[in-house]
């Protein structure tokens, strides 16, 4: 569960990174040195980054499918 | 010393290093399988996955091409951070599910899922080869980008001491001296000695970025004043272009097939995640980095068009290299990490490359020494191709990136569909990729890169995935025979050749 928030987390963060919510003509401030349009976007993936770690570090990757037989070859296995 | 007769010697220094490694895997190999050769014997803990998994993923793209793109998009190029970045959030539908199966049935291929999961069909070789086809053209075109940075690279390291022709063929029979020696084992090793000097001269380079631009909001408001439109807030073309790209690379480069083989090759599932962990930080401390370096240049160099903006990095490069010894000598040691950086990609696009001819191709066996001499032979006949089509380059490396992801994102749904819907059938999966591969190709081929700024990649892709799932629904459900867990298909032991 914690996971999965932590991808929707991600995913709402790259939605935020595109600044579709801001007008094309738009007076462009600068922040951190940079347009602020690009500020946001650069937070938006230091977040996601941060978010995708945690994720990564939650995520059970098994070495065998839950249902493989305990006498079942584990590596190397090749057909 | 000059900075061409530093550049010389780093490059000498480097080759030795890059020899010795090669000696020291050679020495390690256990056997002269397949699974050694191509896999080193699925034994790659967290620390040299993470740097194998880093050195591959950051190019000589990365690293030529997005500057370039930075100089000539201006700032809305921050996208190239977000894409690289979603590699790794991809990475959440394809691991979990993928490193199991690789685990248990042995996996060398990626054509090996393929044949897992399509074999028993009557459309399951169709998936396989056609995977195989897209995959292996897109490696070629990939290999191809690399060797012409490699190219870039050396002739401006060495001041033209080594001109592009010589830098491309003598490095190129270099990867295939190590390759052939060392396999896998040399490729990751040698790749976590680039990884490391790639991430170092990168550091370098930003660090002298910011001080020697006065600044990031100097650089801002320079280009403001010389460009505005680079500074603009992106209209909404841009703005699809954007969303477009991050779908393009985050799906597609899941499916790098030197990506797959690095999820059968992880010692073990936690070492894999521990490695994708680390990579989700790498976008910001090198993408960001390579972007900035393409904003700064944009005050600093006249106009640069078409394929003369790909030499951004090395331009400003030479002229900190003019500001004294120490900066010249720093300045080597960035062009040694971005050719480290080439060079590893490289190695790893040709490794994947002949096991997927030898193997999902050919139909070789992947448990026989035969496979493995087979694959050292494709390896060096695709290298010679590669050398002699990169002699003349003719598009930006962007457009290169952009062609292999728009013919490699057409395998996502037999990957990432199948591995998570048991329902999708070979059949409808086939006609999908036909339809995909045609109208990414066909748009192309008529000089259409994107529609309303999405690529006619994504356009295809999404006619492709409508395809599969619609047709598969419209069949009879197989799911019985799968048994009750429900899960995709297994044919064991089941081979198309």
């Not at chain 2, 936690?270 to 962990?277: D, E, F, N």
């Not at chain 2, 004294?324 to 062009?335: D, E």
Request: aromatic residues 8%.
């Amino acid at each position: 569960m914690t996971r999965r928030l932590l991808l929707a987390g991600v995913v709402l963060l790259y939605v935020l990174s595109i600044p579709w919510y801001r007008d094309a003509d738009a007076a462009v401030g600068v922040l951190w040195g940079l347009p602020d349009w690009v500020a946001v976007a650069l937070g938006c993936y230091v977040g996601a980054a941060v978010l995708n770690a945690a994720a990564w570090l939650l995520t059970d990757v098994a070495d065998a499918p839950p249902d493989a037989s305990a006498s079942g070859p584990r590596k190397g296995d090749a057909q | 010393m000059s900075f061409g007769q530093l550049g010389v010697a780093a490059l000498l220094v480097y080759v030795a290093v890059v020899v010795a490694v090669t000696e020291l895997a050679r020495r390690a190999r256990v056997d002269r399988t397949p699974a050694d050769h191509f896999l080193a014997g699925r034994g790659l803990g967290t620390f040299v996955l993470f740097l194998t998994l880093y050195a591959t993923a950051y190019s000589g793209n990365s690293l030529l091409g997005y500057p370039g793109e930075a100089y000539r998009r201006g700032f809305s190029w921050i996208m190239s951070t977000g894409f690289m970045m979603s590699i790794v959030v991809v990475f959440h539908l394809l691991v979990p599910r993928l490193r199991p199966l690789a685990v248990r049935h042995g996996f060398l291929t990626p054509g090996d899922w393929l044949r897992h999961r399509f074999g028993g069909e009557a459309f399951g070789r169709a998936v396989l080869v056609s995977c195989a086809v897209l995959m292996t053209l897109a490696l070629v075109n990939f290999l191809l980008a690399q060797l012409t940075a490699m190219g870039h690279v050396t002739q401006h390291v060495t001041a033209g001491a080594v001109p592009f022709w010589l830098g491309v063929t003598g490095l190129a029979a270099l990867i295939l001296l190590y390759e052939t020696l060392g396999g896998m084992r040399a490729v990751a090793w040698t790749d976590a000695g680039q990884g490391i000097l790639m991430f170092l001269g990168l550091a370098a380079l930003l660090l002298w970025v910011l001080s020697d631009s006065g600044g990031l909001a100097a650089t801002t408001e320079a280009i403001r004043a010389m460009r505005p439109e680079a500074v603009a807030v992106p209209g909404l073309r841009e703005l699809a272009n954007w969303a477009s790209t991050i779908a393009l690379l985050g799906l597609a480069s899941v499916i790098y097939p030197q990506a797959i083989q690095r999820i059968y090759a992880a010692r073990d599932g936690g070492a894999l995640k521990r490695s994708l962990a680390l990579m989700s930080f790498m976008p910001l401390v090198t993408t960001t980095v390579v972007f900035l370096i393409g904003i700064a240049a944009i005050p600093r160099l006249a106009s640069l068009g078409g394929v003369e903006a790909d030499t951004v990095m090395p331009r400003l490069l030479e002229q900190w290299a003019a500001a004294g010894t120490g900066s010249a000598l720093l300045a080597v040691v960035v062009f040694v990490g971005a050719l480290a950086a080439i060079m590893s990609t490289a190695d790893s696009v040709l490794l994947s490359l002949s096991s997927i001819v030898a193997v999902d191709l050919l139909g070789r066996p992947p448990a026989e020494e035969a496979t493995t001499r087979l694959g050292k032979r494709v390896a060096a006949a695709l290298m010679v191709f590669a050398v002699l089509w990169a002699l003349w380059p003719r598009v930006t490396l962007w457009r290169l990136i952009e062609l292999k992801m728009e013919l490699l994102i057409q395998c996502v749904p037999a990957f990432l569909v199948a591995l998570h819907w048991s329902r999708l059938r070979a059949g409808p999966t086939f006609a999908g990729i036909c339809l995909g591969t045609a109208i990414a190709a066909g748009a192309a081929s008529m000089g259409v890169k994107r529609i309303e700024g999405v690529h006619v990649g994504v356009i295809g892709l999404l006619a492709n995935a409508g395809v599969a799932v619609l047709g598969s629904l419209g069949m009879p459900s197989q799911a019985a025979s799968f048994g009750s867990t429900g899960r995709v298909p297994r044919a064991h032991g089941l081979r198309l050749w």
